[in-house]
DNA sequence: ACTGGCACTCCGGCGGCAGGAGTGCCAATG
DNA sequence: CATTGGCACTCCTGCCGCCGGAGTGCCAGT
């Protein structure tokens, strides 16, 4: 591909990105010094529109990037834009402070919200990379006990279950019972554990212990329901323009936790930014909309995934550095703390 | 107040709720049967109109509710209309299978979401009028617990903290200490009797209990920072005519936990529906939203409250039934469950 | 291969115009 | 005295046509 048509290319993208409107030749040539004519550039963009980069919303208008155009740009072109003094500084200092898991979730989509004017996702880490810490077992009255579970990344899992009689001791006993087989472990290592312990448990308990076994079970392999928190909605009011196109479509696919973790897509690699553009996403009512994503988590491991969703006319480049850069540090934050 | 002009109020705010559109004299005397003239209706708009409660956009067109109107008609003309055997159904069946007190209140949320056509928000329920069910101290490493606080409403909190060395007697212990003053207790009890206990702990675990005890008794303490479930965004598209005014404060109301909480307004008794109207809430970028809520909680204690934020323009009575109704429903389930 | 020039297209804003819905007022009526 | 029919008036809304501007495509010239 010719050098000059990628710059035109590019070009386009930053300025329709800013402007928000179809860019012309003429003061394509104004803004940026190509060093040629309108008339060439004129030829290029001819070329760019034949290959299916850009397009006209209507004949004789300025030209728009499509989605194709934009996933070149993101591949070829993005020079990776330095964060801000402020940008860096926000990030370094947001997460002082948090107290637990929820507070350092919640303040990190309210950064990056932040950061990207964008719409904010961060999903809960994930049960599976992480080790269990501790499973605690509660009374809630004669035939009801509360199982809780507790992980290497701060998260707990709380899950009430009816069972027959018991006393304190059984309870004890049950707890010791599920400690010594799940803690230190990784869920999926835990989870077999407390399957060979199924038959192994005294008769006492034996009852009691096959339903909270049961139950444990099902929370260690609950990754599939894991939560997220969302932030920045407000940030979708800047597109007032094309309401229904992108605005309630966004609004819907927030409402649905299913749709959101799909939307973020799989786990990725930790600081691997993911980019996908318009209809490359798995939902036709959001093929006006990007996603920008990035897994988080430790040295060894990614245990979720972050990132913004927003037109797909967005400041690539500066998107993907800031969540790049969250990611990065909240893994970090979370691997200390 | 003469009876006919309340009667026409009635039929205007009914008219522009359906409409959305200024009603004039002739077509109300169509829709409705008053049993006089369009001209007499115009004497009785002007004069309620003098009087402040309807109001027209410009000379010569229809006419339109104020808030003052509005008020007028929940105050005194809002006949209750019964929920329909469907939402019946709907509200009945929501929330069995619900798994613990979060499944709780998404469900709920999502229930009044649907069934009002509205933003839902539902308030976690307050600590403070709940008793404490457990306290459980759990090792998270050789320098950090975590307290976990359950209460008589399933709900779970919990907090990390530092301590110096320890073993699991010493938790053991202190778990026993703790829980024989705290459990059974209402919060504020319980906070008292922890109080006290500050003194009598054994030397050994002194200085942790120090610290526990204090934690504890800010988890107790933190009704205010009382956490929120949101659903129903997407409503909002529903009003796409006035973006500015109506949608983007909504959506930024929404993304601040404290603005929601004062929004909901002080938890008022248990089957009380609140409306506030327009300007009568006290955020003035939501003059043009109105609140329904209530209370909810069991027989003998109010928990927390519930409600919906729409336009001032909404269908008061069937908003109001189904926002009574959920909270009753919702209330009766967490007494039982 | 690039450039300047030129004719052409299309959007968007603006003004004028007509239709419709609604009002206020007034005189008439039971 | 409340109610009513009639009437003139106002104002919004949609529609049409017009014009300017921005941009394009093409072609001939360097």
Redesign the pocket.
């Known amino acids: 591909m010719d050098d000059?048509k990628l710059q035109v290319l590019r070009a386009i993208v930053t300025d329709y990105v800013s402007s928000q409107?179809?860019?012309?030749?003429?003061?394509l040539v104004e803004r940026h010094d190509l060093?040629?004519?309108?008339?060439?550039?004129?030829?290029d963009?001819?070329a760019l529109?034949e290959e299916g980069y850009i397009t006209?919303?209507?004949?004789?208008?300025?030209?728009i990037p499509t989605d194709k155009g934009y996933r070149l740009f993101v591949d070829r072109l993005g020079s990776v834009k330095p964060l801000s003094p402020a940008e860096k500084r926000a990030i370094q200092t947001f997460l002082s402070g948090a107290m637990d898991l929820d507070d350092v979730l919640h303040r990190t989509v309210r950064l990056l919200a932040q950061v990207t004017q964008q719409v904010a996702i961060v999903q809960y880490p994930t049960l599976s990379r992480s080790t269990v810490r501790h499973v605690e077992v509660v009374s809630l009255g004669a035939h009801r006990i509360m199982l809780i579970l507790i992980t290497s990344t701060g998260r707990v899992e709380q899950r009430a279950l009816e069972v027959i009689e018991h006393d304190e001791e059984d309870l004890a006993d049950l707890r010791n019972y599920l400690n010594a087989a799940a803690v230190g472990n990784s869920t999926s290592q835990a989870a077999a554990r407390l399957h060979t312990l199924v038959g192994e448990l005294p008769e006492r308990i034996d009852v009691m212990g096959q339903g909270s076994i049961a139950t444990l079970l099902e929370m260690l392999n609950s990754e599939a329901s894991s939560r997220v928190v969302v932030g920045g909605v407000p940030n979708l009011t800047r597109f007032s323009d094309d309401f229904e196109t992108t605005v309630k479509p966004v609004l819907e696919a927030l409402e649905e936790q299913v749709v959101l973790l799909r939307l973020l897509g799989e786990t990725t690699t930790a600081d691997v930014v993911t980019v996908r553009i318009g209809q490359e996403n798995p939902f036709k009512e959001l093929r006006t909309t990007s996603v920008v994503a990035s897994g988080y988590g430790s040295q060894e491991d990614t245990w979720a995934t972050l990132g913004i969703v927003g037109p797909t006319r967005m400041d690539y480049p500066s998107t993907m550095a800031s969540v790049r850069a969250v990611a990065r540090y909240v893994g970090r934050f979370l691997s200390e703390g």
């Open positions: 000059r409107e179809p860019v012309g030749s003429k003061s060093g040629v004519s309108p008339a060439t550039v004129r030829n963009m001819a529109e006209q919303p209507h004949t004789s208008a300025g030209r």
